[in-house]
């Protein structure tokens, strides 16, 4: 498959990248910095620089591939809008270029899945000090499902260190509560991958944690 990654320099980013490949996907991985990416040298990886607030940039890249992830970051960021706005831009790029299929990652504990969460993730984290950003994510969520996409919308849990285990919980109902709600940044990106071809998610929005 033709994979575009929107967020490659990210700690899940380069795990999709790596990934990707190791899967024998052709994939190009848009960023601000290449630099950030020479650690990866494969002759199925493609490299575009650009701003994804930028139409024009998220344009160029979206067009001819079959299948966007979006793995979106602000960094040390708490008041960044990338999520929301370089998402919307993407969704924009993508009805326009015809491309349909969408993997959008976004965090455990939005809309419903909030049931999920614990005292100090609901009130003390996304509640206040990560507030900005967990509205960030909502309205990402909003603008793809608002979209006329075949989307997913992948939820993890907190990101931990760790190698790929498969062995995680995904797709569980708002009243699940025996979570860990953590995941390793790997294991995350193999569900999101794992939703590359598979149906069963379409226009779904499953939670992912240990």
């Known amino acids: 498959m033709k994979v575009v990654i929107f967020g490659s320099t990210g700690t899940i980013g380069k795990h999709l990248i790596e990934q990707s490949l190791e899967k024998g996907h052709q994939v190009l991985a848009f960023c601000r910095d290449a630099e950030k990416l020479n650690i990866f040298s494969n002759p199925n990886l493609k490299i575009k620089e650009g701003d994804v607030f930028n139409i024009n940039d998220v344009a160029s890249a979206v067009k001819g591939q079959e299948v ?4 979106l970051g602000s960094g040390k960021s708490r008041k960044s809008v990338v999520r929301s706005q370089g998402t919307k831009n993407i969704i924009a ?17 939005t809309y419903e899945s909030n049931n999920n969460l614990n005292f100090f993730w609901k009130y003390i984290m996304f509640g206040w000090y990560l507030k900005q950003i967990f509205l960030d994510h909502e309205l990402q969520e909003r603008y793809v499902k608002d979209s006329n996409l075949n989307w997913t919308i992948v939820r993890p849990g907190a990101f931990i260190d760790g190698e790929k285990t498969e062995l995680y919980r995904h797709g569980f109902g708002s009243k699940a509560k025996s979570l860990k709600l953590k995941i390793s940044r790997a294991d995350v990106a193999d569900f ?13 929005s499953p939670g992912l944690s240990y």
């Open 192 to 204: 999101v991958l794992k939703q590359i071809g598979n149906p069963h998610y379409l226009h779904k």
């Open 93 to 109: 790029a993508m009805e326009d270029n015809g491309v349909n299929r969408l993997i959008c990652q976004s965090t455990l504990g």
């Open 68 to 71: 966007v992830i979006i793995a």
